[in-house]
């Protein structure tokens, strides 16, 4: 058995319950632990986020480069379209990140609270048809 295990990925904010609520729509998650200052959630793939209260959180600025690019997450989906229609339907936002180096295509958002986050599409398993 490992000595350490990886744990769960926190994000901090000024309010965790309106942030899990965001994350809980693009994951389609439930929570698994709430306190006065931490929501957990935990996505229908096992991914496990948790959002911290911190009244005095910054949200990073990339692209741009003051408080520069502190932390982001990456989500994989089928149809990118589709996701970023449900990003912003629960309050995410684009951002300006054209053009992104990389062997899938992917888009640039920030959550509600401005933490930058990525989907990436992910190729097709199923044979061409035709």
Known sequence: MALVKAGVVVLDCAEPEKLAEFYKGLLDARETD?????????????????FRRDVNATPPSWPRPENSLQAHLDFLVEDLDEAERKVVG???????????????????????????????RVPSTAPKQG
Request: proline share 8%; net charge neutral; glycine share 18%.
């Open 34 to 50: 709430v306190t006065a200052n931490r929501v957990e959630v935990e996505g229908a793939g096992g991914t496990r986020l948790a």
């Open 90 to 120: 629960l309050g995410g936002r684009p951002l300006d990140a054209k053009g992104a180096p990389g062997p899938y295509e992917e888009r640039g958002y920030a959550d509600p609270a401005g933490h930058s986050f990525t989907l990436r």
